[in-house]
Every structure is written in structure tokens, then in C-alpha cells.
């Protein structure tokens, strides 16, 4: 019976509580069977929340849709939260043994709206630290693992909001992405994942990735996607760098399906090779894009762009660093120092060419998705590469100092173009591909409608969905 709740789509779950045929509570108890189950060897939580506190919140869930007065509407659906963000009561440690463990005073605007609408929080999940690598494990709580397998990683930073969405812990999973922070657990776990264009959902406090990294929905569903982002784009005057709100209607607008559409394909981004089990799945999806309009195979290549993200980063790593007391500073991971010190050898010249390089790789983008309505390439150029290379990062060079096998999720953060990856099938080692739907600012709409036909398109099984048929069970679909 947990299977078949947790596996179906949020609008279902809510409308079952408005028929009483299901109780939040039955909801939160499948939720909790789940972590309980997982979280010893997958380990993508850091908090769980209390138990009883949740089963009340469940129960007060319960008693007001038996009035029909839900709190909002998504009045008793469990959510989770990447350990970046301010949730009012526990601490924000952002995978650091540097940062403090003192209880947030207040939610960050994402989990506030997410309150507002009735969310209940199963609790806040792992990532690296301060999100430096593209693999999640930590030395403050460990290494996060891949459900589909142990060995591998899930992806980083947003790995353990990864792992909840693919294995059915809560319905709306709220990650980061400054570099491929949502999309690359998503690709990792064979789940959707989307990058907003930054600036539509509102962030809290200001910090020096402002206008790169941007929060944004990981879910099993794209339709859940969509109504995730509904609710925590509205507008929150503690972010300076928020696009001006307007009612986008994202989920109403979810079953629009796109028609006479310019689509550029590429294959790889600057040359770089791509495994073929990952090719082969990447171009048959676009098959099925066909009859949404006209593809065009392109050639991507955009100069100095590891060199540019990289340059932003170092500096960043330089400033966490160098804001931190010195006794803090031996307590931060090697390879985040590492980073810190080549940031320290940039000087400020260094930065403003940096930031003048992003502006014409802005422009180059800007342009050619103005010529196409989207874009699709593949989201990683591999499957899932094994926890030890994520904790071993960088230390033998085979891993590139973990960055620069990632290119093809950079164009959208330094642009700050909105960009999803779906998945599209299994790699011949039995981990899912993910391809990677870009548009043009403010264009998370159209992201969103191609995703939503190509989901329904490709049927993938994914993780939840193979253990319901392995269990002999069937999913319900009303």
C-alpha cells in the first residue's frame, strides 16, 4: 500500500484528500516507513523531523479537509528541503563542520510559501560541503549513496533531495543549483529536476552566487514540478535580485503541448566525448521531440566556459574561506581549500574579465535561443560515477578536479536560462541518462510543456515504479 501512495503524482494525493479516500496521515506514515527503510544505507537526510510532530501536523491536515478548509493547497503534503535553506527550528549546516548548529529563527522565502500552502517538512537533506562538487558526501554527515546503486553517486549538490524524490519520500523536493546543483542528482537518480531562470524564485539572505545559483523543484512527476514552482516563485521582498513577479500558472498551463518549435540538438558541449550508452538514449529522445516542431543539429561549442565557472567559483571559495575565523578554516574539506587557494591567487582584474566573459557567453546564449525556441543536449556525458571518485575528487586528475566533466550544465547557470533534465533511459551499467531541455529567460513555461510530452512520451520506469513491479504491485492512476 506505501508504494502504491508514494508513487502517485501530487494532484492525486490531494485530490484523494478532498474525496477522504486518503488521510494525510496515512500519507505521512508511508513517508516515514520510507525514510526509516532507506535512510540507513542511502543516507539523504541529515534532519528527520519528529514523528509525533509530524503525525499531528498530519492530523490537523486531516480534521480541516474534513471541514473542506485546507490551510492551502497542498494542506498535508510532505516536502523536503536541501540543508541550504532556513527552516524556522532546525540549523542550516550546509554540509560544513564550520557552520553553526543554533535552530533558524525564521523560514527563507522557498519553505515559507511552501508552509503557507499547507507543505509539512519530513525534514532537511545532505549535500557537500557548501555545495562544492558535483558528488554529495560530507564531513560533517557522510556519503549519500545512489538508490539504483549503492556504489555510485547520486549526484551533487542536491544529492540527498536526489534520493528523496526518486524513492518516493515526500512529493516536492526543494534543491539549488549553481552549476548543476538540481540537475545533475536528477539525471544521477532518474528523476525531473529544473533549474528556474534565476531570479524567479526568491532567495534569502544575499550571497556572492547570487545571479548564478537559484533554488528550484526536484520530483518523480513534471506536472508536481510545475506546481512546486507556482508556489515558491511567488514574490518575497527579502531578495534584491527577484525578476518582477507576475501569476506564470504553470500547472494550470502543464498540459499545453508545444507545436511548430525550432529545436537545436547537440550532442556534446565543446567537443567533449560523450558515452554512447548515454548518446544512444539522448538522440532517441529527440525522436520523440519531432512532433513538436523541427529539429536542427547544431555544433556547441562555447570558448572559455569551464575556465569562466571555474573563475566565479575559486572566487567564491575564496571568500567563504576567507570570512571564516582562522581556527575554523583546517576544519574545511581539502579540496574546498584547494579551491579557496586558487581563488586567492586571482586578483581583481581577473574577476572583472570574468565577469565581462560571462556577459559575452550570456550574449552568445541569448542569441542562439533566439533562433531556437529550445535547446537539448545531454545532462551528463556518463552515468552515475562511484562514491569513492566523489569522496577522492580531484586527488589523482583522472576526475578532472571533478568540474570539467560537467560543462553541459554550466551554459544555463552562467546565463541564467532555465534548464531541466529528464530522464530518457538506463545506461548499459543499469543507471539512468538524463537529457536536458534549455530555453530563453523566463521561458520555464515552455521547459516545462516540452518536459511534460516527453515524460508521457518516453514512459521511463523509474526507481519507485521498477520496485512496484518487482513487488508485484500496480500503480493507480486515479
Given at each position: ?407 553541459f550544465t554550466f551554459p544555463a547557470n552562467l546565463t541564467k536560462q532555465p534548464a531541466a533534465s529528464l530522464p530518457c533511459g538506463l545506461g548499459r551499467d543499469g543507471m539512468p541518462v538524463g537529457i536536458q531541455i534549455m530555453a530563453g529567460l523566463l521561458r520555464d513555461g515552455l521547459v516545462l510543456n516540452v518536459s511534460h510530452v516527453l515524460q508521457q512520451e518516453l514512459r521511463f520506469e523509474d526507481w519507485m515504479d521498477r520496485n512496484m ?10
Open positions: 500500500m506505501s508504494y502504491e501512495i508514494l508513487s502517485l503524482p501530487a494532484a492525486k494525493i490531494l485530490e484523494a484528500y478532498k474525496k477522504k479516500t486518503l488521510s494525510p496521515v496515512d500519507v505521512a506514515k508511508a513517508c516515514f516507513a520510507q525514510i526509516g527503510k532507506y535512510q540507513p544505507s542511502l543516507n539523504p537526510f541529515i534532519i528527520v523531523a519528529d514523528e509525533v510532530d509530524l503525525l499531528r501536523q498530519a492530523k490537523e491536515s486531516e480534521a480541516r479537509w474534513a471541514k473542506e478548509t485546507p490551510n492551502g493547497i497542498i494542506d498535508g503534503l510532505p516536502v523536503t528541503i536541501k540543508d541550504d535553506c532556513d527552516i524556522k527550528g532546525w540549523p542550516m549546516r550546509e554540509g560544513s563542520l564550520t557552520t553553526s548548529d543554533k535552530p533558524a529563527t525564521a523560514d527563507g522565502p522557498q519553505p515559507q510559501r511552501l508552509r503557507e500552502a499547507g507543505a509539512i517538512f519530513l525534514g532537511k537533506t545532505n549535500m557537500p560541503e557548501f555545495g562544492h562538487k558535483s558528488a554529495t558526501d560530507s564531513t560533517l554527515s557522510g556519503i549519500t549513496r545512489n538508490p539504483w546503486n549503492p556504489d555510485r553517486t547520486t549526484g551533487g549538490s542536491s544529492g540527498g533531495e536526489g534520493i528523496a524524490a526518486a524513492t518516493g519520500m515526500g512529493w516536492f523536493h526543494l534543491g539549488s543549483d549553481g552549476g548543476g546543483s538540481i540537475r545533475i542528482p536528477a539525471c544521477y537518480c532518474g528523476i525531473y529536476g529544473i533549474k528556474p531562470t534565476t531570479g524567479l524564485v526568491p532567495e534569502m539572505p544575499p550571497g556572492p552566487f547570487s545571479g548564478i545559483a537559484t533554488s528550484g523543484p526536484l520530483t518523480r512527476h513534471v506536472e508536481d514540478a510545475a506546481m512546486m514552482l507556482d508556489i515558491i516563485s511567488q514574490p518575497d521582498l527579502r531578495d534584491w535580485f527577484t525578476v518582477p513577479y507576475e501569476q506564470r500558472n504553470f500547472y494550470k498551463n502543464i498540459n499545453n503541448t508545444p507545436k511548430n518549435l525550432k529545436i537545436a540538438y547537440a550532442r556534446t558541449v565543446n567537443g567533449e566525448p560523450v558515452d554512447s550508452d548515454v548518446a544512444e538514449h539522448v538522440e532517441a529522445a529527440v525522436k520523440k521531440l519531432q512532433g513538436m516542431g523541427t529539429v536542427e543539429e547544431i555544433t556547441l561549442d562555447i570558448p572559455n566556459l569551464v575556465e569562466n565557472w571555474n573563475a566565479h567559483w575559486m572566487t567564491i571559495a575564496n571568500w567563504v574561506t576567507h570570512k571564516k575565523p582562522e581556527a575554523d578554516r583546517a576544519k574545511l574539506e581539502r579540496y574546498f581549500r584547494d579551491w579557496a587557494a586558487r581563488g586567492a591567487k586571482m586578483d581583481l582584474y581577473d574577476l572583472v574579465d570574468a565577469q565581462l566573459e560571462r556577459a559575452r557567453i550570456g550574449i552568445q546564449m541569448n542569441m542562439l535561443l533566439d533562433k531556437y525556441d529550445i535547446l537539448v543536449l545531454p545532462t551528463m556525458n556518463t552515468t552515475a560515477y562511484t562514491v569513492d571518485q566523489g569522496v577522492n575528487a580531484g586527488t589523482d586528475g583522472k576526475l578532472k578536479a571533478y568540474n570539467n566533466h560537467i560543462p513491479r518487482n513487488s508485484g504491485q500496480v500503480r493507480k492512476t486515479a
